[in-house]
C-alpha cells in the first residue's frame, strides 16, 4: 500500500484521538494542495517536528514513498518541460525547453504530494486499523439524522480489513493447491496465464460468497441489526488532543495570512 | 424452553419439504444431541430455532416466544446463541476482545458492560491472553473458543452449537467439548448437531432427524441400541458402543448400553477376571 501500516507504539501522536489525526489530515491534505510554497514550508516543518514526536523511524516514512516515487517523478518532469516562461540556457539545444517557472512549479507541485502522502502515511502508521474506523465512525455518527448509516459503514469498513490476511493466506492455499493440480502461474503463453488466473480467482470468488453467507447468519445470530449499536470504547478527547486541534488552526489561520 | 410444533420447511415452493413436520420439546438445562444422515436437514432445522429461518408451516417457541414474531426475535436471539461450523466465517471483530464485543454491541450495552462481558467470557473459555489478537493469528480451535467466547458474552441460556468440531484438531476438539460440558453444568441447555456419535453419547437425549421428521428422540442407550437401522440409514454409533455390540454377536456376554471407553474397560476387565470374593 502507497500509506504506510500500522507500527505500533506508545508516542504521543500514537494515543491522539483518531478523530483529530484523521480530521488534522484531511485539513492539512487541503491546505497542502491549495496553498503556495510558503504552506507548503509551514506543513513541511509541521511534519518534520511530528516524525520524532511519533517515534517512527525515517526508513518506515521512507518506504511508503517508494510505490510512488515514478508518480513524482513523472508530476516533475511534466511540469519541468511543458510549463512557460523563462528558458534556462544550456537546454534550447534539444527539442524541448525547460524554464525557471517549469523547475518551481514541477518543484512546489511535487512536494505538495509529497506532503499529502506524509500526512496520510503518518496517519495511518500512528492509528490502528480499529481505531480509524472508530475515528470514522465517530465522525460521521452526527450525518446520522441525513440518513448517512455511520454504524453500518464502520461495520462494512472494518470487516473487510478483518479479511484482508485471511484472504491473502486463502489466495496462497488455493494457488498452491492449483499448482499442485498442474497450473502454472507467472509464465507462459497468454493462453496459460489466463486459465491459471481463472482457477484462481473462480474458487476464491466462491468461497468468498459463501464466506459472506456464513458471516451474515453468525451476525444476525448475534443479534446484528442495521443502526444503533454500541461499543466496548468510546472515544474521548484528552488535553494533548484540544492541543493538536489549536495547532491545526493556527496552521490554517497562518496559510490565510500568506496567500 | 424451547420447542418445535409440526415444522415445516422448504426453501421455496419449487423446492422438496425439508423439514416435514419436526416436533420436539427441549426443556432448560438439558444437553441434547441432533444427529442424522447428510442432508437430512439439521442445519436446517437448528437455524429455526434462533429465528435465522422462519418455518414455511408449523412454529417454534423460545421461552415463550414465537419466532415469527419479529420483535421478539431480538430477545430470541440473546437467549439463544449459535456457533458455526466454520470457526474463520464467525469471527467479524479486528481483534479478539473486539470480535467478543460484539454481540454485547448489538444489544446496546455501555461500554463499561461490555468489556467486563468481554472479560468474563474470554476468561471462561480461557482465552484472556489472547484478548488483543487479530484473528488471523490464531488456531482453528482457537477461533471456535473466541466464537464461543462471543456468544457467551450475550449471557445466553441456550447455545446451539453446529457441528462445531468439523474443522479442528484432536486436542482442539477436545477443548472445545470441554467447555461445552462445563456450560452444561452452569444449566445451559446445549442443543450438539455433530456427526460424531462420540461426541454426544452422554447426552441427556438424542434427537435422531430423518427425512425430515423425528426418527428417534431418547435417551442415548436406546438410540444406540438400534445399531442396524442406524447403519442401514448411514449412522455410525460410538466405536465403543459398536466393539461391544460385535462382541455379543460373537456371544460373548457382554453389556451392549456401553458409551464410554472407561466403562467398556470395566465391563471387560469384570468377564477376563473373574470377581474374587
Same mark, same amino acid.
Given at each position: 500500500?502507497?500509506?504506510? $501500516?500500522?507500527?505500533?507504539?506508545?508516542?504521543?501522536?500514537?494515543?491522539?484521538?483518531?478523530?483529530?489525526?484523521?480530521?488534522?489530515?484531511?485539513?492539512?491534505?487541503?491546505?497542502?494542495?491549495?496553498?503556495?510554497?510558503?504552506?507548503?514550508?509551514?506543513?513541511?516543518?509541521?511534519?518534520?517536528?511530528?516524525?520524532?514526536?511519533?517515534?517512527?523511524?525515517?526508513?518506515?516514512?521512507?518506504?511508503?514513498?517508494?510505490?510512488?516515487?515514478?508518480?513524482?517523478?513523472?508530476?516533475?518532469?511534466?511540469?519541468?518541460?511543458?510549463?512557460?516562461? $523563462?528558458?534556462?540556457?544550456?537546454?534550447?539545444?534539444?527539442?524541448?525547453?525547460?524554464?525557471?517557472?517549469?523547475?518551481?512549479?514541477?518543484?512546489?507541485?511535487?512536494? $505538495?504530494?509529497?506532503?499529502?502522502?506524509?500526512?496520510?502515511?503518518?496517519?495511518?502508521?500512528?492509528?490502528?486499523?480499529?481505531?480509524?474506523?472508530?475515528?470514522?465512525?465517530?465522525?460521521?455518527?452526527?450525518?446520522?439524522?441525513?440518513?448517512?448509516?455511520?454504524?453500518?459503514?464502520?461495520?462494512?469498513?472494518?470487516?473487510?480489513?478483518?479479511?484482508?490476511?485471511?484472504?491473502?493466506?486463502?489466495?496462497?492455499?488455493?494457488?498452491?493447491? $492449483?499448482m499442485a493440480r498442474g497450473a502454472v502461474f507467472g509464465s507462459?503463453?497468454?493462453?496459460?496465464?489466463?486459465?491459471? *488466473?481463472?482457477?484462481?480467482?473462480?474458487?476464491?470468488?466462491?468461497?468468498?460468497?459463501?464466506?459472506?453467507?456464513?458471516?451474515?447468519?453468525?451476525?444476525?445470530?448475534?443479534?446484528?441489526?442495521?443502526?444503533?449499536?454500541?461499543?466496548?470504547?468510546?472515544?474521548?478527547?484528552?488535553?494533548?488532543?484540544?492541543? *493538536?486541534?489549536?495547532?491545526?488552526?493556527?496552521?490554517?489561520?497562518?496559510?490565510?495570512?500568506?496567500? | 424452553?424451547? &420447542?418445535?410444533?409440526?415444522?415445516?420447511?422448504?426453501?421455496?415452493?419449487?423446492?422438496?419439504?425439508?423439514?416435514?413436520?419436526?416436533?420436539?420439546?427441549?426443556?432448560?438445562g438439558k444437553r441434547i444431541g441432533v444427529i442424522g444422515p447428510?442432508?437430512?436437514?439439521?442445519?436446517?432445522?437448528?437455524?429455526?430455532?434462533?429465528?435465522?429461518?422462519?418455518?414455511?408451516?408449523?412454529?417454534?417457541?423460545?421461552?415463550?416466544?414465537?419466532?415469527?414474531?419479529?420483535v421478539a426475535v431480538r430477545k430470541i436471539r440473546q437467549r439463544?446463541?449459535?456457533?458455526?461450523?466454520?470457526?474463520?466465517?464467525?469471527?467479524?471483530?479486528?481483534?479478539?476482545?473486539?470480535?467478543?464485543?460484539?454481540?454485547?454491541?448489538?444489544?446496546?450495552?455501555?461500554?463499561?458492560?461490555?468489556?467486563?462481558?468481554?472479560?468474563?467470557?474470554?476468561?471462561?473459555?480461557?482465552?484472556? &491472553?489472547?484478548?488483543?489478537?487479530?484473528?488471523?493469528?490464531?488456531?482453528?480451535?482457537?477461533?471456535?473458543?473466541?466464537?464461543?467466547?462471543?456468544?457467551?458474552?450475550?449471557?445466553?441460556?441456550?447455545?446451539?452449537?453446529?457441528?462445531?468440531?468439523?474443522?479442528?484438531?484432536?486436542?482442539?476438539?477436545?477443548?472445545?467439548?470441554?467447555?461445552?460440558?462445563?456450560?452444561?453444568?452452569?444449566?445451559?441447555?446445549?442443543?450438539?448437531?455433530?456427526?460424531?456419535?462420540?461426541?454426544?453419547?452422554?447426552?441427556?437425549?438424542?434427537?435422531?432427524?430423518?427425512?425430515?421428521?423425528?426418527?428417534?428422540?431418547?435417551?442415548?442407550?436406546?438410540?444406540?441400541?438400534?445399531?442396524?437401522?442406524?447403519?442401514?440409514?448411514?449412522?455410525?454409533?460410538?466405536?465403543?458402543?459398536?466393539?461391544?455390540?460385535?462382541?455379543?454377536?460373537?456371544?460373548?456376554?457382554?453389556?451392549?448400553?456401553?458409551?464410554?471407553?472407561?466403562?467398556?474397560?470395566?465391563?471387560?476387565?469384570?468377564?477376563?477376571?473373574?470377581?474374587?470374593?
Open positions: 500500500m502507497p500509506i504506510g $501500516q500500522y507500527i505500533p507504539g506508545d508516542s504521543l501522536i500514537h494515543r491522539l484521538d483518531p478523530r483529530v489525526k484523521i480530521g488534522a489530515t484531511i485539513v492539512l491534505s487541503i491546505l497542502s494542495l491549495k496553498g503556495g510554497a510558503f504552506t507548503g514550508a509551514l506543513i513541511s516543518a509541521f511534519l518534520l517536528v511530528l516524525i520524532p514526536l511519533s517515534r517512527l523511524g525515517v526508513r518506515h516514512l521512507a518506504r511508503a514513498f517508494r510505490p510512488v516515487l515514478i508518480f513524482f517523478a513523472l508530476l516533475f518532469l511534466v511540469h519541468l518541460f511543458f510549463t512557460d516562461g $523563462q528558458p534556462i540556457p544550456p537546454f534550447p539545444p534539444w527539442r524541448v525547453t525547460v524554464t525557471y517557472e517549469g523547475l518551481y512549479t514541477g518543484a512546489v507541485t511535487t512536494w $505538495q504530494f509529497v506532503l499529502l502522502i506524509w500526512s496520510a502515511s503518518i496517519l495511518t502508521m500512528t492509528t490502528m486499523p480499529t481505531e480509524l474506523v472508530c475515528g470514522i465512525e465517530r465522525l460521521l455518527r452526527p450525518l446520522k439524522r441525513i440518513g448517512v448509516p455511520s454504524h453500518d459503514l464502520a461495520m462494512m469498513v472494518s470487516v473487510a480489513l478483518r479479511f484482508v490476511p485471511t484472504f491473502l493466506e486463502e489466495i496462497d492455499r488455493i494457488k498452491v493447491a $492449483q507462459g503463453p497468454l493462453i496459460r496465464r489466463t486459465r491459471a *488466473a481463472i482457477s484462481l480467482l473462480l474458487p476464491l470468488v466462491l468461497r468468498t460468497v459463501r464466506r459472506a453467507d456464513d458471516l451474515v447468519a453468525a451476525m444476525e445470530a448475534r443479534g446484528y441489526r442495521r443502526g444503533h449499536r454500541t461499543y466496548m470504547k468510546e472515544l474521548t478527547m484528552g488535553r494533548a488532543d484540544y492541543v *493538536a486541534m489549536v495547532v491545526i488552526i493556527l496552521i490554517t489561520g497562518l496559510h490565510a495570512i500568506g496567500a | 424452553m424451547i &420447542r418445535a410444533e409440526d415444522l415445516i420447511y422448504r426453501y421455496d415452493s419449487r423446492n422438496d419439504r425439508i423439514l416435514n413436520g419436526v416436533s420436539i420439546e427441549i426443556k432448560e447428510n442432508g437430512c436437514g439439521k442445519t436446517t432445522f437448528v437455524r429455526h430455532l434462533n429465528g435465522l429461518l422462519l418455518p414455511t408451516a408449523g412454529d417454534v417457541w423460545v421461552d415463550g416466544m414465537n419466532t415469527r414474531d419479529s439463544v446463541g449459535m456457533v458455526f461450523q466454520n470457526p474463520d466465517n464467525q469471527i467479524v471483530g479486528m481483534s479478539v476482545e473486539e470480535d467478543v464485543s460484539f454481540g454485547p454491541g448489538n444489544l446496546g450495552l455501555s461500554p463499561h458492560e461490555i468489556r467486563k462481558r468481554v472479560a468474563e467470557s474470554l476468561a471462561m473459555v480461557g482465552m484472556e &491472553r489472547y484478548a488483543r489478537r487479530p484473528p488471523h493469528t490464531l488456531s482453528n480451535g482457537e477461533k471456535q473458543l473466541v466464537a464461543i467466547a462471543g456468544v457467551l458474552a450475550m449471557h445466553p441460556r441456550h447455545i446451539i452449537f453446529d457441528e462445531p468440531t468439523t474443522y479442528l484438531d484432536p486436542s482442539a476438539r477436545k477443548r472445545v467439548l470441554e467447555v461445552i460440558a462445563k456450560l452444561n453444568r452452569q444449566g445451559i441447555t446445549i442443543v450438539h448437531v455433530t456427526h460424531d456419535m462420540d461426541e454426544i453419547a452422554d447426552a441427556d437425549e438424542i434427537c435422531l432427524l430423518h427425512e425430515g421428521r423425528v426418527a428417534l428422540l431418547d435417551r442415548p442407550d436406546a438410540v444406540f441400541s438400534r445399531v442396524e437401522w442406524l447403519r442401514e440409514i448411514g449412522l455410525g454409533i460410538p466405536r465403543v458402543t459398536e466393539m461391544m455390540w460385535r462382541l455379543r454377536q460373537k456371544g460373548v456376554n457382554v453389556r451392549t448400553d456401553i458409551f464410554a471407553l472407561e466403562d467398556a474397560c470395566l465391563e471387560l476387565s469384570a468377564l477376563i477376571r473373574p470377581q474374587t470374593g
